[in-house]
């Protein structure tokens, strides 16, 4: 057994929010609140900045009830961030100030919940206090919507926002239809480089009330068998449903949503691009090909803080993940991220393993070939059946009023 | 008492969909069918071009548990149109057409569910069928998430309508504001020309959680003054949650999403434009004046079909004006629109009322300017007041499977 390792635990969230993500933070922070090793409990604003800038808050003070709302409030309660690490070879003026802030706190306990880029934050601290000699048991919370992250089975967040896009395709595949003359619907998903978000249409599809067409960022966009798929489906029914992920390419690496396109295109802090307008931009070939009434439709941001909407599988893991990172890290684990391995037979369940950091940063997992057709714009049942057990049971906030009633965090400075 | 009327009875539903008009279709059939005076129930593919194509479905055939779960389905489950009736006296091709189908196969009751456009068709016939002294007995029932039907406290669609966007608003506010970097976030929501719709984010901003500016198409927007109060909250707080109606114009009548687009505009059957894209034209100008973070979110089609965040005060009251309209038809009642009549009290309740066709017919009823606040960017509470009421009340599907399951109508065209 690991020997005890008795102090203070900082908690952020990272990256892109999603409807679960405080359930992870219910889970880390009540499981935190509960074991004798841990002495503080402070959550950071806006994650790695909280640090930087000595801006947390001390969680004790938090009623419970509010805390357990979490688990159906939507985004970062504690504020999120997106902010780089330099690699502590070329620039370690952050991590020095990382140390020098958990010395100040006697913070022995580092929890991080986000996706790909917070799990890089997340290992390059780990990495950096284990160089400098510093006890400090560091774990990573996984988050995001578009399940990306490399050794898990899914990520919290997937869940729910699959279930708010199948749902929602669903209602609105009995919307678009509704005339009886033509129509294309195109509707936008998020997701950068994976078609796992997309690919979630597919189970309205399954269902019958879903796309025609499914294009994924994992296969090269090529914009004339598009409009000829478009047209196939439109000749023979007159009402064609596409999903597109905003992140498709063509062959050369372009993004489509740039096509023709005059607006500025702004570049995050990790030097993605910002995506949208991508159902415009193939609205107006379709309609300049085939001529019939177009409807662009972006979920937008609803697909990700739709949290009256949620998937109960998806929350009470998330819940689950958070405070396994911290029972694990209290019983000796350090430098890990918690992922999920499904467990096999009839019955969907999925347990918690742990995964190196290293593993895991930086690192894509997209959808595999095998689960995408032959003409490569739509799904396989391999992915319905892998997708359909995260979107199972309801989760809504309480509703007061006849609207959501979130938490409410007191954000106390006692530090 | 009126003379008994034995007959067919046919329905029809029309415009745009909502996520209750198929609670009203639930209304009018079911009680339509357990009348002894209605030998026969009839529901129109596509509206009255099911008339004129003689294309319609014997609605005996239909399970009642299928009945049933088309108050939980949204969208127009027999099919819309948008077909404007000429007027009689220039061209009475089409009325003739429809007399002759309503003589041969008996039909002497007509329901007919829509909003303004619809309101407008069912009157035209009702007068041609007095006009020609062929009894029928002519009701309109009432549906538009735009809410601006003339005479009635409200119409159904709107609460449920309202409460999405209430809600989705929420949920946005959350995930715009999780970074500690600016935003202005720029919700688009529908309504041409009354702004019942996008003034239902102002009970988002009631609960501490909406936009900081609304703009409603009932007045002018000016863009000089829209910069101007976006920037004055911006500068302020650093984010900015602003809900625009897509049919906002300048004093001129120019239709602000026209600015600077080279999008081809269409222009629907009753020559209305098809609208959209407002917020991204206005988050150029904000980009460009501002130079913060920008996002456009069109609440779309969601905004009109999302059954699965329904209210249940507006289900309820779809399937009761559709109940409502058959029974004061046998009753004797004809050329009339069902309509609410808001009783006054502590506790919400609305009455049933009948409208004269006429009186309905081509009006729209708009926000009343006492609650509009006087910068011209928010709403009173007079508005919330009234508005609050129609939200309550949680409605959606049954779930099979994680998503929901909606009605399957056989539609066999047994006549």
Same mark, same amino acid.
């Given at each position: ?19 679960? =993500? ?349 689960? =995408? ?43």
């Amino acid at each position: 057994m690991a020997k005890r390792l008795v102090g203070t635990c900082m908690f952020g969230q990272s990256g892109g929010p999603t409807s679960v =993500i405080n359930a992870s933070a219910s889970g880390v922070i009540q499981e935190a609140l509960n074991q004798n090793d841990i002495t503080k409990v402070y959550g950071l604003a806006n994650g790695i900045k909280g640090i930087l800038d000595e801006n947390f808050y001390n969680m004790e003070h938090e009623d419970i009830k509010e805390l357990d709302l979490l688990k159906t409030t939507p985004s970062s309660a504690l504020g999120s961030v997106r902010y780089k690490l330099a690699d502590a070879d070329a620039d370690d003026t952050d991590y020095k100030r990382i140390l020098e802030v958990f010395k100040k706190y006697g913070v022995r306990y580092f929890f991080y919940n986000g996706g790909n880029d917070s799990m890089d934050t997340c290992n390059k601290i780990s990495k950096f206090m284990q160089k400098s000699g510093y006890e400090c048991r560091v774990m990573g919370v996984p988050k995001t919507i578009d399940n990306d992250l490399f050794g898990t089975d899914h990520c919290p967040g997937y869940g729910s926002a699959a279930k708010y896009i199948a749902t929602s395709t669903m209602e609105v595949y009995q919307d678009a239809r509704v005339y009886d003359t033509g129509i294309v619907a195109i509707l936008e998903v998020m997701g950068r480089n994976a078609g796992w978000l997309t690919a979630a249409a597919a189970l309205a599809a399954d269902k019958g009330l879903g796309p025609d067409l499914i294009y994924l960022p994992e296969l090269p966009f090529n914009m004339d068998k598009f409009l000829a798929d478009v047209k196939k489906v439109y000749e023979k029914t007159g009402k064609v449903i596409v999903a597109v992920s905003e992140g498709t390419k063509d062959k050369n690496g372009t993004y489509i949503s740039e096509y023709g396109t005059d607006t500025a295109k702004q570049k995050d802090a990790f030097g993605h691009s910002q995506l949208g307008g991508l159902a415009y931009t193939l609205a107006g070939y379709v309609k300049k090909e085939v001529g019939c009434k177009v409807r662009a439709i972006e979920f937008s941001l609803l697909q990700r803080c739709a949290a009256h909407l949620g998937s109960l599988t998806d929350v009470n893991e998330a819940f689950m993940a958070g405070r396994a990172a911290v029972r694990h890290a209290v019983d000796g684990e350090t430098d890990k991220m918690v992922a999920f391995e499904r467990v096999e037979g009839c019955e969907y369940k999925c347990n918690i393993k742990l995964l190196d950091l290293n593993s895991v940063a930086n690192k894509e997992k997209k959808i595999p070939p095998e689960w =995408i057709n032959e003409e490569g714009n739509g799904l396989k049942s391999g992915f319905i059946e892998y997708a359909l057990p995260l979107i199972q049971g309801e989760s809504r906030p309480p509703v007061e009023d006849g609207l959501p009633r979130f938490a409410k965090l007191k954000k106390i400075k006692d530090l």
